[in-house]
């Protein structure tokens, strides 16, 4: 692969991250290290982990190396099982998953572990420093929703001034039927109607995104819903 960043840049970034290390370090020890200052070093430890990150992938094609500290399952022994996934997919002849995400886009998943270890990248992400972070994501369907979630939306493309979201919802599900191009094109195609699940698909992920207008709204329905889950 052709290097994206210099030796150079590896190590000013590397630098960075030792100097935003020691910085961290002085300011945890410091019992009246004022509360900003924490903070301070926090997200600058965060910034430059991210940035060498970034470079030693641009340089070496390795991936985080912050992700998975909390994982002891790493055996060297098994570096052949996993290091060519695509080839295993293409020896076992083992057909590709797809996933259904409403309003419909199918997806074909070739690797449904890997795709399960993007959502866990992207559930570190944007939970950082939450427990909820470290937590296993269970499959592919709430890999989808982590990754949706670390982008700030389901469909950022449609983030623009003159569209006012609303309240809506998305289903993922594991589907037999993927679309093909005559589904949607041609006569007597009925959109509409491909938006509705079939019965032999699985449902593997919901998400209700109500929006209310007021905050007085949004507590209201949250104490309705707190009734309801209560009864």
Do not use: C, K
């Not at 037999?176 to 509409?192: F, H």
């Not at 491909?194 to 207008?213: F, G, H, N, V, W």
Request: aromatic letters at 6%; proline letters at 6%.
């Amino acid at each position: 692969m052709s290097n994206a960043f210099s030796n150079e840049d590896v190590a000013a970034a590397a630098e960075v991250l030792a100097e935003s290390i020691r910085r961290h370090a002085a300011v945890m020890v410091d019992a009246d290290a004022p509360v900003r200052d924490a903070l301070a070093a926090i997200e600058g430890l965060r910034t430059s982990a991210r940035r060498y990150e970034e470079v030693i992938f641009g340089t070496s094609g390795w991936g985080p190396v912050f992700a998975d500290l909390d994982e002891d399952d790493f055996d060297e022994d098994d570096d052949d099982e996993h290091d060519h996934p695509q080839e295993e997919l293409v020896t076992t002849g083992a057909p590709p998953m797809t996933v259904t995400v409403r309003a419909r886009y199918d997806y074909q998943i070739a690797d449904p572990d890997a795709l399960i270890q993007a959502g866990q990248l992207a559930r570190i992400r944007s939970w950082d420093g939450d427990p909820h972070g470290a937590e296993p994501v269970a499959g592919v369907g709430e890999a989808i929703y982590e990754l949706f979630h670390l982008a700030g939306s389901t469909f950022p493309a449609l983030e623009v001034p003159e569209l006012e979201p609303g309240s809506g919802f998305m289903t993922v599900h594991h589907t037999a039927a993927p679309l093909q191009p005559d589904d949607v094109v041609g006569a007597g195609v009925d959109l509409e109607e491909l938006l509705i699940s079939e019965e032999e698909d699985e449902l593997l992920y919901d998400l209700a995104e109500p929006r209310y207008a007021t905050r007085e709204e949004a507590e209201e329905a949250s104490r309705r819903l707190e009734q309801d889950e209560g009864l």
